[in-house]
T-cell receptor, first 117, second 112 residues
Framework: DVKVTQSSRYLVKRTGEKVFLECVQDMDHENMFWYRQDPGLGLRLIYFSYDVKMKEKGDIPEGYSVSREKKERFSLILESASTNQTSMYLC????????????????FGDGTRLSIL | DQQVKQNSPSLSVQEGRISILNCDYTNSMFDYFLWYKKYPAEGPTFLISISSIKDKNEDGRFTVFLNKSAKHLSLHIVPSQPGDSAVYFCAAIRRNTDKLIFGTGTRLQVFP
């Protein structure tokens, strides 16, 4: 069974802090994704990575960066946290080239609820 | 620009009845459509998908219907159970990409 693990379930940080959210998957997936979920807005893609050291911007990358030094680990970085980044953050992973054939859909972690004070 | 829309933020259904969740999309380049279910404090879990070349896919109590001409899909749950109470997200995949585009979600409540 695929397991996507996010390092923290709940996190409280202060405005201006640099924040790291970590995600690890154990299924040798090439693709990894970071989303945020906000009421009334659904899940919005922040960044994704299709290989080690590769990354692409999603729909809302401003204020975020990512790091993928190893295949199983994908980190989301809030360079200088702001209150409008208070949200639920979800990490997902999938095999490359299979999602769009309806195979092996993205698997999600349980999320990190981040509060910026 | 919301390419995948779920216009009903919430739906309340009696146990044993049919639940119908709707989703509209604007991009004709979508190849696959998926439904995810999400409980509070958990990540979304995949429920069912449908290819754009089909008009129906069934898995137990869950059936997804696709109407390409109307750019509309729906998820039917029959019979509905209290454990189905969750937020349901519709998602679409554009041709030759691995990125999902999600709708805003519909909160389903199934009451006894």
């Amino acid at each position: 069974d695929v397991k996507v693990t996010q390092s923290s379930r709940y996190l409280v940080k202060r405005t201006g802090e640099k924040v790291f959210l970590e995600c690890v998957q154990d299924m040798d997936h090439e693709n990894m994704f970071w989303y945020r979920q906000d009421p009334g807005l659904g899940l919005r893609l922040i960044y994704f990575s299709y290989d080690v050291k590769m990354k692409e911007k999603g729909d809302i990358p401003e204020g975020y960066s990512v790091s993928r030094e190893k295949k199983e680990r994908f980190s989301l970085i809030l360079e200088s946290a702001s209150t409008n980044q208070t949200s639920m953050y979800l990490c997902a992973s999938s095999f490359s080239g299979r999602s769009y054939r309806g195979e092996q859909p993205q698997h999600f972690g349980d999320g990190t609820r981040l509060s910026i004070l | 620009d919301q390419q995948v829309k779920q216009n009903s933020p919430s739906l309340s259904v009696q146990e044993g009845r049919i639940s119908i969740l709707n989703c509209d999309y604007t991009n004709s380049m979508f190849d696959y459509f998926l439904w995810y279910k999400k409980y509070p404090a958990e990540g979304p879990t995949f429920l069912i998908s449908i290819s754009s070349i089909k008009d129906k896919n069934e898995d137990g109590r869950f059936t997804v219907f696709l109407n390409k001409s109307a750019k509309h899909l729906s998820l039917h749950i029959v019979p509905s159970q209290p454990g189905d109470s969750a937020v349901y997200f519709c998602a679409a995949i554009r041709r030759n990409t691995d990125k999902l585009i999600f709708g805003t979600g519909t909160r389903l409540q199934v009451f006894p």
